[in-house]
């Protein structure tokens, strides 16, 4: 073999094995993002594939990281990142340096909403701009001022109105968040009926707001189940994901954050061979993702009367709103499916009491059921 032919093997070899390490190292990389973002709870049986949204972010991420390396974006010559995540059209990132630790005085279309703690590096949120205008954002520091010009006359808002009149209208700086179940998503007004945030992707049902300013919403996945979402994502106003939560039972309708941290969620199950069985509620933490408390809504009226029971087992029962008291430990249930509402400790699982048609239930059910005056009206189908 001559002294080219040598070369040329060895030099096929490096590449060979320099493609094979590439492969590797990219799917290491791949399989870290996925233990980054998705926090599985026990016993979930298929690990859904993220969305490409989450991968997309962490791209959008690092461009940002490299705004706000660059030195040259200062006060004077203001970096401005538009919808910096892409699924939150009505917000900014406004990013500079200075010399010195400053703090940045913040007011949008003449209203003062915060003042940002002192820095050399100011990366700075922009959110609670008006669809269908011109947004005028002003920067203070030390006396200085500096204005933005953000232009959201034509973001699109697909399925919802930029101005909802209210005629009790006053000054205040009140927000008012509205979701749907459906594919309309999350969205917030002012009190003048503003439309100011909303997201472009339909990632809905319930908001609840964690400890860090952070928001839970269910993360638009189909968990195979009609009405039914693989879970929820943990995201900020910017539109950025922080984590996603894809959980056995899915979730539906409502999810609520307690004071530890810790989460209730409603959830479905499809195991009794009906095609969406509400009918599930557990308690979780979310860092970890054990199940620290759960039952069953059949289970519940088994411990009253086994056979109506194992009759009812499979009905759609629609667990579509809960309540949970901390201290007393008591949880009320809206079961639109079979139009009732029904009180129970959460850690005993006992009944407290039934507000539904006794008409339905079995006569072991009397002593829980409430009696109602004459006139009163008993839920139907209640949402």
């Known amino acids: 073999m001559n002294r080219t032919k040598k070369i040329g093997l060895i030099c096929g070899v490096i590449v060979f094995v320099g493609i094979i390490l590439f492969l590797i190292i990219n799917q290491v990389s791949s399989n870290q993002e996925l233990q980054k973002y998705q926090n599985l709870f026990e016993e979930k049986e298929v690990v859904a594939a993220l969305p490409d949204i989450i991968f997309q972010q962490e791209k959008l991420s690092l461009k940002i990281q490299e705004v706000l390396n660059n030195q040259s974006c200062s006060f004077d010559d203001l970096c401005v ?39 050399k590096v100011h990366s700075i949120p922009i959110y609670g701009l008006r669809a269908g205008i011109e947004n005028k954002v002003l920067l203070e520091i030390n006396g200085q001022k500096k204005e933005v010009l953000i232009d959201c006359k034509d973001v699109s808002v697909s399925g919802l109105q930029t101005i909802v009149s209210n005629e009790n209208a006053t000054l205040d700086q009140d927000v008012y968040f509205v979701s749907s179940p459906t594919s309309i998503g999350a969205s ?22 964690t400890k860090n300013g952070h928001m839970y919403l269910g993360n638009g996945v189909s968990s ?34 307690l004071s530890d941290g810790t989460i209730i969620v409603a959830g479905g199950n499809d195991t009794f061979g009906s095609s969406y069985i509400a009918s599930f509620v557990y308690h979780v933490n979310p860092e ?15 411990k009253i009367d086994e056979s109506f029971a194992k009759l009812i087992r499979g009905t ?23 139009s009732s509402v029904l009180s129970l400790n959460f850690e005993t699982k006992e009944i407290h009491w039934i507000l539904g048609d006794p008409t ?14 004459d006139g009163s009206r008993l839920p139907k189908g209640q949402h």
Do not use: C
Not at 188 to 209: M, R, T
Not at 235 to 254: A, Q, T, V, W
Not at 288 to 302: K, R
């Open 360 to 373: 339905f239930y079995s006569s072991a059910f009397a002593p829980y059921l409430l009696q109602m005056s």
């Open 316 to 338: 759609n029962v629609l667990i579509n709103s809960i309540y949970y008291e901390e201290d007393t430990k008591e949880m009320i249930l809206s079961l639109r499916g079979i």
């Open 81 to 119: 990142i538009e919808n910096p995540f892409e699924i939150s059209p009505l917000t900014a990132l406004i990013i500079f340096q200075t010399s010195d630790e400053v703090e940045v005085s913040v007011s949008i279309n003449d209203v003062r909403v915060t003042t940002m703690e002192s820095s």
């Open 224 to 257: 195979g189940i009609a009405e039914n979402y693989d879970g929820f994502y943990e995201i900020d106003y910017l539109g950025k994901i922080y984590k996603n939560y894809s959980l056995k039972n899915g979730y539906h309708h409502e999810l609520i954050s």
């Open 288 to 302: 970890t993702g054990e199940i620290l408390n759960s039952f069953d809504v059949f289970d519940l009226f088994s």
């Open 188 to 209: 917030a007004y002012d009190g003048f009926g503003n439309l100011i945030w909303y997201l472009n992707e339909n990632y809905s049902q319930d908001i609840e707001w």
